[in-house]
C-alpha cells in the first residue's frame, strides 16, 4: 500500500463564500410620530441578537445627501425639482450606503424612504403617483424594503409630541390638512403592500411601542 493511500491527503479548505445578504428597515410616518426616538432601540436590539447595523436617513445619508438635504429642508422649490432632489439623494444614498451595507450582510436602517415621497410629495402635495412610480423604478428598480415601520398616529398627538421650542422645517410648517393626507397614503401603501409593512400604533406608550416592534423583527430575524 503507498503512503499515499494510506495517509488521504486533506480535504481542501472550502472557498470563501459571499457572505448572505443583510436585511434592509426603514422607518416611516409623519412628523413627531416617533421614529427617531425608536431607532436606537431597534438598533441596540439587532445589536443584541448579533447582527452589524448601519443606520442612516433620508433625504441625506451621504455627503452630497446632506447638502440636497439641506437645500430640501430650507429652500422654496418647484414640486417636481423638490421629488428629484429626493430621488437624487436617495440614488446616492442606495449606490454609497445602502447596497454595500446590504453585500456585506449588514443590517441597513433608514429613517425614511420611498413610501416618504409617496407620502409627501405625493399624499402632501398632491404630485401624480404614476411620476412617483417612474422615479422609483429608475432609482431602484429591484430594491424594497425587507420591513418597513409606519409609526402612526393623529396628526394632534404628532403635534403635541414636537417640540414647541425647537425651529420648524419647510415641512414642518405645513398646515394640518397637508399631515392628514400624507398618513392617509401612508395607510394606502401600508394597506398595498402588507406582506413588508407594520403599522406600529405610535399613541401608544414607548414600552408598548417597543413589544410591538420586537414582535415584527422577530419575524424578519
Ligand atoms: N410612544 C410615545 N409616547 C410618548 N412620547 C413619545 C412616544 N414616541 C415618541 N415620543 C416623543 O415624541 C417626540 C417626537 O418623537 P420623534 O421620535 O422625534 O418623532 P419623529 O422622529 O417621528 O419626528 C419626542 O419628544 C419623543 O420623546
Ligand atoms: C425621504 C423624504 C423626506 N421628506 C420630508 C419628510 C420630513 O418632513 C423631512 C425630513 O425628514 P426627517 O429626517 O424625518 O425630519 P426630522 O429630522 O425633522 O425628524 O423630509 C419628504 O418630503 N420626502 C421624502 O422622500
Known amino acids: 500500500m503507498s503512503a499515499a ?20 428597515i426603514t422607518f416611516e410616518g409623519i412628523d413627531g410620530a416617533g421614529k427617531s426616538t425608536h431607532i436606537g432601540f431597534v438598533t441596540d436590539w439587532l445589536k443584541a441578537a448579533g447582527k452589524t447595523v448601519v443606520s442612516s436617513r433620508e433625504p441625506g445619508g451621504t455627503a452630497l445627501g446632506e447638502k440636497l438635504r439641506e437645500l430640501l429642508l430650507h429652500e422654496t422649490m418647484d414640486l417636481d425639482t423638490e421629488a428629484l432632489l429626493m430621488f437624487a439623494s436617495r440614488r446616492e444614498h ?3 450606503v445602502i447596497e454595500p451595507g446590504l453585500a456585506r450582510g449588514d443590517w441597513v436602517l433608514s429613517d425614511r424612504f420611498t413610501d416618504a415621497s409617496f407620502a409627501y410629495q405625493g399624499g402632501g402635495r398632491g404630485m401624480d403617483r404614476a411620476r412617483l412610480d417612474a422615479l422609483e423604478q429608475w432609482v431602484h428598480p429591484l430594491l424594497q424594503p425587507d420591513l418597513t415601520l409606519l409609526f402612526d398616529v393623529p396628526l394632534s398627538v404628532a403635534r403635541a409630541r414636537l417640540d414647541a421650542s425647537r425651529t420648524l422645517d419647510r415641512f414642518e410648517q405645513e398646515q394640518a390638512d397637508f399631515f392628514e393626507r400624507c398618513r392617509a397614503e401612508y395607510l394606502r401603501r401600508a394597506s398595498q403592500f402588507p406582506e413588508r409593512f407594520a403599522v406600529i400604533d405610535s399613541t401608544r406608550s414607548i414600552d408598548e411601542v ?6 415584527a423583527l422577530e419575524k424578519l430575524a
Open 94 to 96: 442606495i449606490a454609497q
Open 5 to 24: 493511500s494510506s495517509h488521504p491527503s486533506p480535504r481542501p479548505a472550502p472557498l470563501p463564500s459571499a457572505a448572505a445578504r443583510g436585511r434592509f
Open 210 to 215: 417597543r413589544t410591538a416592534l420586537r414582535t
